[in-house]
């Protein structure tokens, strides 16, 4: 099983629309998540952290459930400029590294 | 807002060339990391740093890589005898804290070996 996993997509979504994304990791001794959003040939940027209550950011929203080993990401109301490669991130259980998702591509068109 | 800065944004080497790519990391930061990004495939963790030594490395960051803090503001990524297979995005990563503050990305150095 992979460390973390993703659905690749691409999602290709109408602007406005609601589009979730789903990662679940192998490691249950994860200490924390983080999503990372990452534009074409750019370095990747901070979304958002993932806490266990679950945590939103404007249109964003995030849910953990350690249970499962599972991790989403919610976009509401999407926006042309929310086109981007969706990184899931999980620190390692030695909390110097942290793992990359490979991705899910989104792509939200007018 | 500050950042992390590397340079150069792109370097172009010849197989078996030494390369070293620079990074300057947020000021209050202590943890240092590289990762590199190779065209079409995922982020990959090649080392950690902190308190001038490295705190973990991956199994790609072998006996060719090597970092550096030359000075208080530097950190620095060496690959000794560079490969085709070393082509990537090589980016600096910094942190004030271990494991639970996410880490700030720089913008990246392209590397190409010819």
């Given at each position: 099983r992979?460390?973390?996993?993703?659905?690749?997509?691409?999602f290709?979504?109408p602007e406005?629309?609601?589009?979730?994304?789903?990662?679940?990791?192998?490691?249950s001794?994860?200490?924390?998540?983080?999503?990372y959003?990452?534009d074409?040939?750019?370095?990747?940027?901070l979304?958002m952290?993932?806490y266990?209550?679950g945590n939103e950011?404007?249109?964003?929203?995030?849910?953990?459930n350690?249970?499962?080993?599972?991790?989403?990401?919610l976009?509401r109301?999407?926006?042309?400029?929310?086109?981007?490669?969706?990184?899931?991130?999980?620190?390692?259980?030695s909390?110097?590294?942290?793992?990359?998702?490979?991705?899910?591509?989104l792509?939200?068109?007018? | 807002?500050?950042?992390?800065?590397?340079?150069?944004?792109?370097?172009?080497?010849?197989?078996?060339?030494?390369?070293?790519?620079?990074c300057?990391?947020i000021s209050?930061?202590?943890?240092?990391?590289?990762y590199r990004?190779i065209?079409?495939?995922?982020?990959?963790?090649?080392?950690?740093?902190y308190?001038n030594?490295?705190?973990?490395?991956?199994e790609?960051?072998?006996?060719?890589?090597s970092v550096?803090?030359?000075?208080?503001?530097?950190?620095?990524?060496?690959?000794?005898s560079?490969?085709l297979?070393?082509?990537?995005?090589?980016?600096c990563a910094?942190?004030?804290?271990?494991?639970t503050q996410?880490?700030?990305?720089?913008?990246g150095?392209?590397l190409?070996?010819?």
């Amino acid at each position: 099983r992979k460390e973390v996993e993703q659905d690749p997509g691409p999602f290709n979504v109408p602007e406005g629309a609601t589009v979730a994304f789903n990662c679940t990791y192998s490691n249950s001794a994860s200490q924390s998540f983080f999503w990372y959003r990452q534009d074409c040939r750019k370095e990747p940027k901070l979304l958002m952290s993932v806490y266990s209550s679950g945590n939103e950011d404007g249109r964003f929203t995030a849910q953990l459930n350690r249970a499962s080993q599972y991790i989403s990401l919610l976009i509401r109301d999407s926006k042309l400029s929310d086109s981007a490669t969706y990184l899931c991130v999980v620190a390692g259980s030695s909390a110097s590294k942290i793992i990359f998702g490979s991705g899910t591509r989104l792509s939200i068109r007018p | 807002e500050p950042e992390v800065t590397q340079t150069p944004s792109h370097q172009v080497t010849q197989m078996g060339q030494e390369v070293i790519l620079r990074c300057v990391p947020i000021s209050n930061h202590l943890y240092f990391y590289w990762y590199r990004q190779i065209l079409g495939q995922k982020v990959e963790f090649l080392v950690s740093f902190y308190n001038n030594e490295i705190s973990e490395k991956s199994e790609i960051f072998d006996d060719q890589f090597s970092v550096e803090r030359p000075d208080g503001s530097n950190f620095t990524l060496k690959i000794r005898s560079t490969k085709l297979e070393d082509s990537a995005m090589y980016f600096c990563a910094s942190s004030e804290t271990l494991g639970t503050q996410p880490q700030h990305f720089g913008d990246g150095t392209r590397l190409s070996i010819l």
